[in-house]
T-cell receptor, first 112, second 111 residues
């Protein structure tokens, strides 16, 4: 069965900390995405990657960076966490541009 | 501007009743439209895909429709169950592969 695994379900961090969110997919998918989901705002795209070592900014990249050193792993980095980055973070992957997304279960991040 | 609007924002129905969720889009050029179901605390899961030439597609008790002329889609749920309580998200893919998300409809099915 297809699987997208996010390393943590819940995380609590302090303002100014560097935060790493890890995502691993076992489907050999080319495309991987990071979204954040906030009540009333829906899913917003932070960064995406169409291939290893490639990355593209999404709609809200400020305060975030990403790394894709291996095809199966896509990491989201909060360089200096702030309270307005408290959110649900969802990782997703797909095999091609018109295919469906497979999502991880999400990481609920709280920045205090 | 590419946009996807869903209505209603939230909906409460009794178990066993039917309901219809709406999705209007202004996305061009259009490739396909998907409905996703997101259970509380989980990631969204794809329910159906509609391409330009398709009008209706069913997946069990879920039936999606697409009117490409009016740029509207609906998701009809028949004989609702408690497990249908979830957020339903309409997502349009452009021909370039970009994904445009609606804000979702929160459905609550009560016993």
């Amino acid at each position: 069965d297809v699987k997208v695994t996010q390393s943590s379900r819940y995380l609590v961090k302090r303002t100014g900390e560097k935060v790493f969110l890890e995502c691993v997919q076992d489907m050999d998918h080319e495309n991987m995405f990071w979204y954040r989901q906030d009540p009333g705002l829906g899913l917003r795209l932070i960064y995406f990657s169409y291939d290893v070592k490639m990355k593209e900014k999404g709609d809200i990249p400020e305060g975030y960076s990403v790394s894709r050193e291996k095809k199966e792993r896509f990491s989201l980095i909060l360089e200096s966490a702030s309270t307005n980055q408290t959110s649900m973070y969802l990782c997703a992957s797909r095999t091609g541009r018109y295919e469906k997304l497979f999502f991880g279960s999400g990481t609920q991040l709280s920045v205090l | 501007k590419n946009q996807v609007e869903q209505s209603p924002q939230s909906l409460i129905i009794l178990e066993g009743k039917n309901c219809t969720l709406q999705c209007n889009y202004t996305v061009s050029p259009f490739s396909n439209l998907r409905w996703y179901k997101q259970d509380t605390g989980r990631g969204p899961v794809s329910l159906t895909i509609m391409t330009f030439s398709e009008n209706t597609k069913s997946n069990g008790r879920y039936t999606a429709t697409l009117d490409a002329d009016t740029k509207q889609s609906s998701l009809h749920i028949t004989a609702s169950q408690l497990s249908d309580s979830a957020s339903y998200i309409c997502v349009v893919t452009t021909q370039g592969g970009k994904l445009i998300f609606g804000q979702g409809t929160e459905l609550s099915v009560k016993p």
